[in-house]
């Protein structure tokens, strides 16, 4: 299968490595900085490569996936539907909601296989979580709290060069890191109704976006939910707790350990129901078995770009009701 990575960035390498680590696909690369294809071709084997997205022969690919600021994501989209080739957009689906519908009408209409690359709804421990918090063995969950917290700056050095310093390409971190656990939260909880946010930049310099966020939202079925985010602290977070009317879920991480914990009384004793040694590319070539199983139509893709707008609309209707960057 030929599958084409636009956007050479740190994502963008990620998801090509991952993709032949398949061993089921030919790899091209778009990318429009020249020496960056030089350096990607001396360390993977490329079929094709294209400094202008322009130019892609479409077609030719079976299909697409879109690593660029995600700015360019809706007109990149629209050019991969108007072809038919099946497409994966690295999230967030946008940066605003224009575009957006006109590419789902397309899509939907087409028929084409799409996708939003959250990439935690593709990992085994994510999905055992919702297969948990719907068995009923903790009754009615409730509530929810999720944080992702880590030294955003540790892992991207470049951090005021990319697309997370400038807001008009999708910077800061809601619609960065927080956007994931928004999206595992309507995962779990449903569709929302309302969100209220409290947003600033605490400890950065030189980006015009959040470094921190707060997030409330209340879903339809009255359930509540905090989705809590720094990218400044040391310690690298990410810890779920689902609260149910007959006991409650922990997911936490120690290292490359991911594990789910059950607590049902004042004990406080907490059984561990589950542990998954997860490596960073393990998301992303769960992600990529995923979507070339989509395009061969053995299964759905997680996250349709219907599910990606609903994440969006929240994303933005946080950064709009907690936004304190400029004040």
């Excluded at 993709?19 to 094709?48: H, N």
């Excluded at 709290?145 to 310093?165: E, H, T």
Aim: aromatic residues 10%; proline residues 3%; contains cysteine.
């Amino acid at each position: 299968m030929k599958i084409l990575i636009v956007g050479g960035g740190g994502i963008g390498e990620r998801h090509l490595r991952c993709f032949l680590d398949t061993g089921q696909v030919q790899m091209s690369l778009c990318e429009a900085k020249e020496e960056r294809v030089k350096a990607l071709k001396g360390k993977y084997q490329l079929e094709e490569t294209y400094t202008d997205f322009t130019t892609v022969p479409l077609a030719q690919y079976q299909g697409v996936v879109i690593a660029t600021p995600a700015h360019l994501h809706i007109p990149m989209a629209m050019e991969c539907a108007r072809a038919g080739v099946p497409f994966l957009l690295e999230k967030p689906l946008a940066v605003n909601t224009e575009g957006v519908d006109e590419l789902l009408e397309l899509v939907e209409e087409r028929g084409v296989v799409s996708g939003v690359a959250y990439v935690r709804r593709s990992l085994p421990s994510f999905k055992k979580l919702k297969e948990l918090a719907d068995s009923g063995i903790a009754g009615e969950i409730k509530m929810g709290r999720f944080n992702s917290s880590q030294d955003y700056r540790k892992y991207r050095p470049d951090y005021q060069q990319i697309y997370y310093a400038k807001a008009a390409e999708g910077g800061g971190c809601i619609l960065d890191a927080a956007s994931h656990f928004i999206n595992l939260a309507q995962w779990y909880f449903g569709d929302a109704q309302d969100v209220v946010a409290m947003s600033d930049k605490l400890v950065f310099e030189g980006v015009e976006a959040e470094d921190s966020a707060m997030i409330l939202i209340r879903f339809l079925d009255g359930s509540m939910v905090e989705v809590f985010c720094n990218q400044f602290q040391k310690p690298n977070t990410t810890e779920i707790e689902l609260i149910g009317t007959r006991g409650n879920f922990k997911y936490i991480t120690e290292g490359e350990l991911h594990k789910i914990r059950f607590c049902k009384d004042d004990s406080n004793l907490w059984q561990e129901l589950a542990s998954y040694r997860v490596g960073r590319d393990t998301y992303y070539l769960a992600q990529a078995q995923d979507f070339l199983a989509a395009i061969r139509g053995e299964r759905e893709f997680p996250t349709s770009l219907r599910e990606g707008k609903r994440t969006l609309m929240i994303a933005l209707l946080a950064k709009k009701r907690g936004n304190n960057c400029e004040q």
